[in-house]
Structure formats: C-alpha cells, structure tokens
C-alpha cells in the first residue's frame, strides 16, 4: 500500500514537474502580478533568513516610503516562496519551485479526497492540476496565492464529508484557516458557493454536523486570527478606496468586455463535463460557473461577494467541484466532445498568452531599486492622482527628496516631513518622549533635539496572537486520543466523578469529543 501511494505521488510529481516546465525554462515570465510576486518573496526571504517569521512592514516598498502590505494580504503562499528564498535560491528560482510545490500539493490533496469516492482518484488529482484556470493563475495572472488557495479546496470538502467526528472538525479548521491566510476573497467565495451547500447536505444527513461545523468555523477564525484581526480592523488606515473603485469591482465586469472569452470557455466547459453527473457536485459547478461569468442575476450587487472584484475568480471552485462530478460518471461522447472543444479553446488562449507573458522582458532591476508596492497600501490620505489608473503604477517625484530613516537631529524650530509612510504602529519620540504626528506622509511640528521614528505593537496584533493560540490548544485538545483526553478532562475537576465538564462532554451535541463514561459507547 505504501509503495502505490509513492509510486501515485511520484506520478503527480512527474506531471506539475512537466506542467511547470515553460516557467522553469524561461519565467516565471510578464504575468499581471510578476511584480509583487517578486518583491514579495524577496521581502519574505530576506525576513526569514533574518530569523524574523513574520514581517508585515515593507520598508523599502514606494522608494522607502514603506508599506504595511502583509498586515493585510495573507501571507502563507510568500512564506513558501519567500523560504525557498531564504535558502538560498534566486527570487525567480523561488517563485518557480512554491509554484511547482503548490501544484502538486493540490493534486495530492485532490487525490486525499477521491481516494474512497471513485475508482480513478489518480486521473481526478492529474485533472485537477491541469484544469485551465489552475493554470491560468500562474502563468496569466501570476497570482501566486490564488493558486495556493487550490491546495485547501479538496481539504474543505473532504473535512466535511468527515463531520461530526473530531478529525474532520480539525481538518476543517485547518483547511478553512490555511484558506483564510492564503486568499481572503477565495475564502469568501469558498465559504457561499462550495461550504454552504456541503454543509446543508452534510446536516441534512446528520444532525450533529451542524454544531461541529460552528465549531470548525470558530476555530479556524481563531487559528487565523494573528493575521485575520489586523487586516480587518485597520483598513482605516491605508488608502482601500483604491482596491475598491470601479474596475475593481465584480459588478463591473461582464461577458462582453475585451478576454472574456477564455473565461466564458472555462465556465462553459466545466458546465458540459459536470452537468450528466446529477449529483450535488454538478448542481454546485453550474451554479458556480454561471455566477463566475455573470450570468446569474444580483448575485454580485450584494456588497460582500462585490469585494471579491472579479467574479471568475470562483471558477477555482468551479474545477474542482467539475472534477468531482467528472469522476462519479462515464462521460456522454456527445457532451464531452462538446466539453473538450470548449476547454481546447481555453487551452488555446492560456497558451498564447502564456508565450507572450514568457517572451516579454520585465526590467527587474528597476523593481528592485523602487519597489513599487499596491497602491491600496498607500497611506490614507495619500494624492490618488498620483496613481496611475490602468498600471496601478505610482507617481513618487514629488516626495523623493524628503528625508528617509527612523531618526533626525533637527536644529531649530520648523515642520518636519519625513519620506516614512504613516501607519499605527509607529511614533515619533523626543527624549522617550511621544511627539503628536499626523500623515499620509509622517509630519510634526519639532523643536531642536533629536528625534526617532519607533515601532510600536498593536493590540491588534496582541490579541489576534493570543486567540490563535486558543485556537491552536483547542486543536490540540481535538487530535488527543479519547483516552489522554478524558484523563484531562477528569484532572481539570476537583471531584471527577461529578465533573461538570465531563457531563457537558457527555451530551449527544459533542459525542464526537468523548465516549460517554456511563455507557461506555458512544453517546
């Protein structure tokens, strides 16, 4: 058994080794994203070789201006990258082998979950690794955490599927977290159009999912809490009307724009391969593959899911939920051949555009010297003028010569503007004295003496820290043996034989926790 499991990693391994292979070659090439892909992993690399987990300041971002960029986008894909870094490879050399690790690690994940649903769960992973828009995310969009958020799909539902026992409790934080810290708008999408409709199922089968998947819920929230906190409740401070104006929103999007074909090709074919399987999965792809081109009415207009910007991101959902239909029946000749003209159209435009994207030369070394960042990372308040409508790209000339550092001697009495992005987490001292600052750009009113620009902690950060490490003892608690956890429970209780805890334990609600000590089965 163990020798056909490796022989089944090794042949998913093979095959993201051959879909990986132009990037290898010659990327990972001009894709809409190749620039934060690369200042990100280099920023992540350098913190990680520095010994720093988690360093959410850029401070080289906007010609040293400095970005709070990773208090609010999830940092698990630019940890892989970023380790890659730290050890040694080339920024590009990093991107490329995350890439290639997290195609893979979809493919197992998919394999994990097909392994005791269909006869071929082998075929399902290899399809799902090489399904158009997976692709697509990498060498079109180049957005490195969108193609991670593919690993945790098949997790999610295979933890699911596993409620209420307490594995699948903690598999379903685990997923739904790790989600939450690779792609927040995936993670929305996720939680409406694939969490929502399993979940109902899996409750409609048996009762005692619903409190399990509350639970998983609340502690996968938790578990990602020391990111999640943050990046909720300091968008005041950074300029977010920019992630959301109107080209960035879903409801601006629609069929009829300029490259809407590849992704009308993709939703249309996912549509053919599914519908035949009459199962909750193809109900699920079609609902999601209309939505994700538009064609489902109001959907978007709802404020939430209209912060995911564009609605074809779901067709992440959609393939792997296609697949899982796919794999459950014997395709109609008809219908497939239908299916397969549609996704060789996909193919065929993910191909042109990924040559393109390959062939075009990026002036790296450009990006390297300014390290031009997210505009909505911008401080709040900053000149929007300035920023470029149709590249994102900033206009920095006008503050370039104000001074950059975290400290100033200051020799009479006058204004002080520094070249240092405002955030929360620093202030300026004089004598450990705080000195009254104001932004975008830190700006005081200073006497002479020396001053300091001093990092701060929030309690964001704090708190966010401390429930993640709730969350992580409670996941411990779960994974515990029945036997270990019933001796803690009882060593918790002055008088064990009347423990409240263990009669809260006890009740049919959390049987999948312990084993009833009455009765001796489960409750």
Not at 169 to 179: E, H, R
Not at 387 to 410: C, E, F, H
Request: proline share 6%; charged share 15%.
């Amino acid at each position: 058994m163990i020798s056909l499991l490796n022989r089944r990693a090794l042949t998913l391994l093979a095959l993201g080794a051959l879909l990986m292979l132009p990037t290898f070659l010659f990327g990972p090439g001009a894709s809409h994203s190749h620039l934060y892909n690369y200042i990100w992993t280099g920023h992540f690399g350098e913190q990680l070789a520095a010994g720093h987990l988690y360093e959410r300041w850029l401070p080289r971002s906007f010609e040293g201006l400095g970005s709070p960029t990773f208090y609010f986008y999830p940092p698990l894909a630019y940890w892989i990258s970023g380790g890659f870094n730290a050890a040694g490879f080339s920024i590009f050399q990093a991107i490329n082998l995350a890439g290639l690790i997290l195609l893979v690690a979809s493919g197992l994940a998919m394999h994990a979950f097909l392994a005791n649903r269909v006869a071929r769960p082998l075929l399902g992973a290899a399809l799902y690794m090489a399904a158009p828009y997976h692709l697509y995310d990498f060498y079109v969009r180049g957005a490195l955490a969108e193609f991670a958020a593919f690993l945790w799909l098949p997790l999610i539902a295979l933890a699911i599927d596993r409620l209420p026992a307490r594995r699948g409790v903690a598999l379903l934080a685990v997923a739904y977290a790790g989600l939450i810290l690779t792609h927040l708008p995936v993670a929305m999408l996720t939680g409406v159009f694939l969490i929502a409709p399993l979940m109902a199922r899996r409750i409609w089968q048996d009762r005692a999912a619903l409190p399990a998947g509350l639970l998983a819920g609340l502690m996968a929230i938790g578990l990602a809490a020391f990111y999640l906190l943050p990046a909720i409740t300091l968008q005041g401070h950074v300029s977010t009307e920019l992630l959301w104006n109107e080209r960035y929103r879903a409801t601006s999007w629609s069929i009829w724009q300029d490259g809407a074909e590849i992704y009308i090709a993709m939703a249309a074919g996912a549509i053919l391969l599914a519908w035949p399987a009459r199962s909750i999965w193809s109900a699920i792809t079609v609902v999601t593959a209309l939505a994700s081109i538009r064609l489902i009415p109001f959907i978007w207009d709802i404020d939430l899911l209209n912060k995911a910007q564009f609605p074809w991101r779901a067709l992440c959902i959609v393939e792997f939920t296609a697949v899982t239909a796919l794999m459950h029946y014997r395709p109609r000749a008809v219908l497939l051949t239908a299916a397969l003209l549609s996704l060789t159209l996909s193919y065929a435009i993910l191909i042109g555009i990924s040559a393109k994207n390959l062939r075009t030369a990026v002036d790296y070394p450009r990006i390297a010297l300014n390290q031009p960042d997210a505009p909505e990372y911008l401080p709040l308040g900053f000149d929007a003028s300035r920023v470029d409508p149709y590249d994102r790209s900033t206009d920095l000339s006008a503050v370039r010569s104000l001074p950059r550092g975290d400290s100033l001697l200051v020799q009479r009495p006058m204004t002080v503007r520094l070249g240092h992005a405002a955030f929360p987490i620093w202030r300026v001292t004089r004598d450990d004295r705080t000195v009254a600052s104001t932004g975008p750009l830190i700006q005081f009113q200073a006497m002479p003496g020396r001053y300091l620009v001093e990092r701060v902690r929030l309690w964001q950060e704090s708190a966010g820290a401390v429930l993640s490490v709730l969350g992580l003892l409670l996941l411990a608690l779960l994974l515990m043996p029945r036997r270990i956890n019933a001796r803690l429970i009882s060593h918790l209780s002055k008088f064990p034989s009347y423990s409240p805890c263990l009669a809260i334990f006890d009740r049919t609600v959390f049987g999948w926790l312990g084993r009833s000590r009455h009765s001796g089965g489960d409750t």
